[in-house]
């Protein structure tokens, strides 16, 4: 990975690019900011940008620029593919870099479905508020990755970066050898003019491409004519994955680098009272004692030398609010809200209350989640060093123009002197779209001037200091009519809001009460046809931070519906695959995953005594997933999960070992929730401190996986996240199938189960 | 100052004694690929070898590995990639990446002691986290590995 070299900028604007506002992609950019002119700022000799994600040098070597984090979801080989695609470069010798932070590669797919700005599901209301957070997001143009959206977000854009560059290279050849840019080919970086027998790389034209004048709105191929998307490709981070020279954000080493390590209230959101910086000062390698606001800091000259003597400091913290709350006591008091005036509809169709309550029989349950760490395996760090001018970030991050603007914030210091980098993060789903690091980062360093300061995390830290997949409940009811299917069907949920959450970090002087779609994700917008249908949810404010976790509302959502559609299919005496196909009559894209599933996993064919299966289907960001779960069980409870079948329809597949992998991990990830997620808070104190009581999934326990692609044609779908929500109601449904228990709240311990 | 034998060259190290292997490797000698992961030998991030042997170096005090030979991930990737690696990449295991340095080290201790694993051999002594939930390709690849080492019996 080429790091960035800012005190080497080279001014080669491409032609085509300079007063012509945005090169390729969406209008985000402002008045006379030409599009690559971030990307042109890191140039190095020899080398042009031809648009704000292409570069080319003198010697042909292609480097895409990846505007997205690379945390294992293989965005970097999947994005530098849509580029290299419409460029017909040689992929196999292709380079990928981080790109910098700017308007132009703002996430405008995540804008549309993932944050509360969209008003996709919510039916029933239309607040200004609601209106201003859909402007706003459009006007901010924040680079993120999340929400499983980056392919989603850069199908168009980069494929039309890399037909620019192309064509740009294309003109340039054609000029120098006097003959039609029409008759000129390329493949595998190579243009070729058949009529002359000329050819050259691309290297022999890059300069002169770079002042080429060309369409901005190049004819793309078509899904037939493509060699490269839909093509198994090695990933190009793995290499640098298996020899240990992967360079994560705890791996930055700067001159004069200095230690951080900190002590946090015990109790969430507390503050810090008192420290005793003179009993640590003589220590091994101590700089400097630093407090801040929720905790103090110890800067050493090594790590291990900071968290020595941050953990031998004395220190004293103010509790606040959160000291008054529990875990056990937050999910009764979730509970209790599920008879709350005071809801948000977001799904209505006909009058399924009425239904419900006037029906002689009804189907009734109430199902809870708890809080969840996200525990990336690399551990939270940001490096910072703060001048009398600027201040420069290294860290590991999802969203670096949210990271950038509180580092300029926090430091006071201008815009233009704030430098973000964005090494390989260790593993992310969703926390690290979080600034509580850079703040906390910023503000020591700001007491270390011109040395830059890596804040560490220990894991103690990470688990405790969390910001939590928030604990959830969910009230379903419903009635079957004469035809053995579902008439009416309510949904209540209750939770805090994630979105609303994370506002107010952003912007803690807003008040702001709008709805949050990311609270319904999975139970609004169900596929299944009901006469009568209710959704609606209860936010509950508490003083405990919570965030987005892999898949979001989907991660309990689909534990709630999908658990529940089992108990109506059980009522109703039906197969749980056919009741669900008979609900589906109208979404044949929904039946043919199913069915390509139940076929795939042998549904019809009954399991030996002692196992048994079950089944989900759900669809998230875009994509469809069913999963079917086999288990073992035994009558002490103790439970084997066997294997996983999982069919996938997301679309257009960019790279299939991809699609396969990320569907793996979501479903290791959602299963080890399943299995043993479990944040408990005891007085505002997180009891749960390393892996030891927060346990994992390991090779021992971890199941066969298998995943079929199941492409139906519909638009591009997500990856990253829809591996996830299934595979707990899944595995619910296995367990009633084997054991006739119904299990309604995770972890499967809450039931007396052993994984 | 004490003197250590890490990927035969020696070092000396002006550190306290207890000071875990993982930090001086990491912070003084300058060793990135192995990772700090949990700081209480529970994931296996930071396994190095110590004498072959795999170790969870966060827990493993630096005193303790004077006078023995010492190998970390940077050890064994020379110009030649070895088996374990090489299966790794063609089974396309890494995700995030972070666990699996220590990974790649346990299972290359492990199959230095068994060389044709069965799948409870491999169950019971690769205890490492891995997040991503990699475990079904690290299965395959733990065979493709001792394929390549030529240590399976047919």
Redesign the interface.
């Given at each position: 990975m080429t790091k960035l070299n800012l005190t080497r900028r080279k001014f080669i604007v491409g032609g085509a690019l300079v007063g012509g506002g945005l090169a390729v992609g969406y209008g985000f950019l402002r008045d006379g900011d030409p599009a690559n002119a971030a990307l042109t700022a890191t140039t190095m000799e020899g080398e042009v940008a031809l648009n704000a994600w292409v570069k080319v040098d003198k010697d042909g070597l292609v480097t895409v620029a990846i505007p997205r984090s690379e945390m294992g979801q293989g965005v970097y080989t999947a994005l530098a593919m849509l580029v290299a695609e419409e460029m017909d470069a040689n992929f196999s010798e292709l380079v990928v870099e981080q790109a910098p932070v700017a308007d132009v590669y703002a996430n405008i797919a995540v804008m549309k479905d993932a944050l509360p700005f969209s008003d996709k599901h919510h039916e029933g209301e239309d607040t200004i508020g609601a209106w201003g957070m859909a402007k706003l997001g459009q006007f901010l143009g924040v680079q993120v990755t999340g929400g499983s959206s980056s392919v989603r977000d850069a199908w168009l854009p980069m494929r039309q970066a890399g037909a620019t560059a192309k064509a740009m290279l294309v003109a340039a050849a054609a000029r120098t050898w006097d003959v039609p840019p029409a008759e000129i080919s390329v493949t595998n970086g190579v243009l070729s003019h058949g009529g002359s027998g000329m050819s050259g790389g691309f290297g022999d034209f890059a300069i002169l491409a770079a002042s080429e004048t060309v369409s901005l709105d190049p004819v793309l191929k078509k899904s037939s004519e493509f060699t490269l998307i839909g093509t198994p490709q090695p990933r190009l981070d793995i290499p640098s994955k298996v020899d240990g020279t992967a360079e994560f954000g705890v791996d930055i080493e700067l001159d004069g680098m200095v230690h951080a390590a900190v002590k946090l209230s015990p109790v969430l959101g507390g503050t810090l009272a008192s420290h005793d910086a003179s009993a640590v000062k003589d220590m091994p390698g101590v700089l400097k004692v630093v407090p801040f606001e929720s905790g103090v800091a110890v800067i050493a000259d090594s790590f291990w030398r900071a968290k020595t003597a941050v953990e031998a400091l004395p220190a004293t913290f103010n509790d606040g609010p959160a000291k008054e709350f529990s875990s056990g006591g937050i999910l009764t008091l979730l509970e209790e809200n599920l008879e709350s005036e005071d809801s948000r509809i977001y799904a209505e169709t006909g009058d399924a209350r009425a239904a419900i309550d006037e029906a002689q029989s009804a189907v009734k349950a109430v199902y809870k989640v708890p809080f969840l760490a996200h525990a990336c395996m690399e551990p939270m760090n940001c490096t910072a060093m703060v001048t009398d001018t600027g201040v420069e970030i290294w860290m590991p991050n999802q969203v670096p123009t949210l990271i950038k603007w509180f580092a300029e914030k926090i430091a006071d210091v201008p815009a233009e002197n704030v430098i973000v980098h964005t090494p390989l993060l260790g593993g992310g789903f969703g926390r690290r779209l979080e600034i509580d690091l850079v703040i906390m980062a910023v503000a020591i360093a700001k007491e270390m001037k011109n040395r830059p300061v890596k804040l560490l995390w220990t894991r103690e830290n990470d688990i405790q200091h969390d910001i939590f997949r928030p604990a959830a409940v969910s009230r379903l009811e419903g009635t079957l009519g004469s035809d053995g299917r579902i008439s009416a069907w309510a949904n209540r949920i209750v939770s805090q809001s994630v979105s609303g959450s994370y506002t107010a970090r952003l912007l803690p002087w807003a008040t702001m009460d709008v709805p949050d779609n990311t609270t319904s994700e999975g139970a609004a917008d169900i596929p299944y046809e009901f006469t009568s249908r209710l959704v609606d949810h209860v936010p509950v404010k508490l003083p405990i931070e919570v965030g987005f976790w892999r898949s979001v509302g989907h991660s309990y959502n689909a534990f709630f519906t999908e658990s529940f559609m089992d108990e109506m299919a059980y009522a109703a005496r039906a197969d749980p695959v056919d009741f669900r196909l008979a609900h589906l009559e109208n979404h044949p894209d929904f039946a043919n995953v199913l069915k390509q599933l139940a076929k795939v996993s042998n549904w019809s064919t009954p399991l030996d005594q002692g196992r048994a299966r079950g089944v989900a289907l759900h669809e998230s960001f875009s994509s469809i997933v069913g999963q079917v779960v086999e288990i073992t069980v035994n009558g002490d409870k103790e439970i084997t999960v066997d294997k996983v079948y999982c069919v996938i329809d997301c679309g257009a597949v960019v790279n299939p070992d991809t699609v396969k992998a990320q569907m793996e991990s979501g479903i290791v990830f959602g299963l080890t929730a399943a299995l043993y997620g479990e944040i408990e808070i005891e007085d505002g104190v997180v009891l749960n401190s390393n892996f030891p009581d927060y346990e994992m999934i390991r090779l021992a326990n971890c199941p066969e996986i298998e995943v079929h692609l199941a492409p139906s044609g519909r638009l591009l779908g997500g990856v990253g996240e829809p591996g996830t929500p299934p595979i707990a109601a899944a595995l619910a449904n296995a367990i009633f199938a084997g054991t006739g228990e119904r299990l309604r709240e995770l972890p499967i311990s809450r039931a007396g189960f052993i994984a | 100052m004490l003197r250590l034998d890490i990927n035969s060259e020696l070092h000396e190290v002006d550190?306290?004694e207890d000071?875990?292997l993982l930090?001086v490797l990491?912070?003084?000698i300058?060793?990135?690929?192995?990772?700090?992961?949990?700081?209480?030998a529970?994931?296996g991030?930071c396994t190095v070898h110590v004498d072959g042997e795999a170790v969870r170096s966060c827990s493993y005090p630096v005193s303790g590995a004077v006078g023995t030979k010492i190998t970390?991930?940077?050890g064994i990737?020379g110009e030649m990639?070895n088996p374990v690696?090489l299966a790794?990449?063609q089974e396309?295991?890494?995700?995030?990446?972070?666990?699996?340095?220590g990974m790649?080290m346990a299972v290359s201790a492990f199959l230095a002691e068994n060389s044709n694993p069965s799948d409870e051999d491999?169950?019971?002594s690769?205890?490492?986290?891995?997040?991503?939930?990699?475990?079904?390709?690290?299965?395959r690849a733990i065979k493709r590995a001792a394929a390549l080492q030529g240590g399976v019996q047919e």
């Open positions: - | 550190v306290e000071t875990p930090w990491r912070d003084t300058g060793l990135k690929g192995t990772k700090f992961g949990c700081g209480v529970a994931c991030a970390t991930i940077e990737s990639l690696q790794w990449i396309q295991v890494p995700q995030c990446g972070y666990c699996q340095s790649i491999i169950a019971d690769i205890t490492n986290i891995c997040r991503c939930g990699t475990y079904p390709r690290i299965k």
